[in-house]
């Protein structure tokens, strides 16, 4: 044991004597009782351990404890940066009058945390902001201060509590007038593919479950384009120049040859333009979209689309 009083020098300075309640090679430590690390527990979500530990750095404080579980999230989501969320869900709103629309793309890693209430709660809050706020992007939105805190913090300490990487991919908010445009929404099952449409509908005689059945035929058809107008001129010429170089071997006259690729081009505007594809809500599966809606009125028109499948065109680990 060394002497109460005892002085120490170090570099040829003298240093204050150790006295009591100090002692050599003694650390003062603080008990954490299971009832702090249980109510840092429920305000924070994280883990008992670390709850403990941060308890414990802070002598017993909530509040440097609490914001030393944010310090350490920061952390845990920068671990979590390099792995892949190609999972997760389409948040959803859609006004009654058909004015608003709001689709929004939230990824996780796991189907598991999907069906968590912290997700869930997540998606319902990011939906409502995209709704309320109108941010212009991304960097928008999680700048945007949610009780007390930005979207980029909130994300961040959820990252921590679920100990997964978490993303908001991509988001749409669209408005029309409810009369002479309107909005249709359709969410396939388990919130995986999103579709919303705007329409235009001067007469207002296009019904909500007809203008809903056009969203659905986008999420099952995943057409590129509304019109063949649409496409750029790139993809045609690119499209052009893929049939025409299958014909290469064809021992036909140019001016064949090239009705042939017209043919297939035509084909093509088919099978990726909204307004040319077949109809699957039409019973004798004849009539295409356009003409679909032509039937009911014939200047009902599509004005655009969006169409969100979770994690589309993600590479997943394997």
């Excluded at 207002?204 to 057409?223: F, G, N, T, Y």
């Excluded at 032509?294 to 689309?305: G, S």
Aim: aromatic fraction near 6%; charged fraction near 30%.
């Amino acid at each position: 044991m060394i002497p109460p009083l005892c002085k120490w020098r170090l570099g040829g300075v003298d240093l204050p004597p150790l006295t009591p309640p100090y002692k050599g090679g003694e650390r003062r430590t603080m008990s954490i009782t299971p009832e702090q690390v249980k109510t840092l527990r429920e305000k924070t979500g994280a883990g008992m351990m670390d709850c403990k530990k941060a308890l414990g750095e802070a002598a017993g404080d909530m509040e440097k404890a609490t914001e030393l579980l944010r310090k350490w999230g920061i952390s845990t989501a920068a671990k979590k940066a390099g792995r892949v969320a190609a999972d997760g869900t389409i948040g959803h709103y859609i006004a009654n009058d058909g004015k608003l629309g709001v689709l929004v793309e939230v990824n996780c890693e796991t189907d598991f945390v999907v069906k968590t209430p912290d997700f869930q709660n997540y998606v319902k809050t990011l939906t409502n902001i995209v709704r309320e706020k109108n941010p212009k992007d991304l960097d928008a939105l999680f700048a945007v201060n949610h009780e007390g805190t930005t979207v980029k913090d909130h994300e961040t300490n959820l990252v921590a509590k679920i100990r997964e990487k978490l993303g908001v991919r991509r988001f749409a908010r669209w408005e029309a007038d409810g009369s002479t445009t309107k909005i249709a929404q359709y969410i396939h099952a388990g919130n995986k593919i999103g579709v919303m449409v705007i329409f235009s509908d001067p007469s207002s005689k296009l019904a909500d479950q007809q203008a809903r059945e056009v969203a659905m035929h986008v999420a099952a058809m995943h057409p590129l384009y509304v019109r063949k107008e649409d496409i750029p001129e790139s993809v045609i010429v690119k499209e052009r120049e893929i049939l025409m170089s299958q014909m290469v071997n064809e021992k036909k006259p140019p001016e064949i040859l090239e009705k042939i690729a017209a043919g297939k081009l035509s084909k093509y505007y088919s099978e990726v333009c909204l307004d040319d594809q077949l109809f699957v809500r039409d019973p004798e599966g004849k009539l295409s979209v356009s003409k679909a809606l032509q039937k009911i009125d014939p200047k009902i028109k599509v004005e655009k689309f969006v169409r969100f499948q979770v994690g589309e065109g993600i590479e997943k680990k394997v």
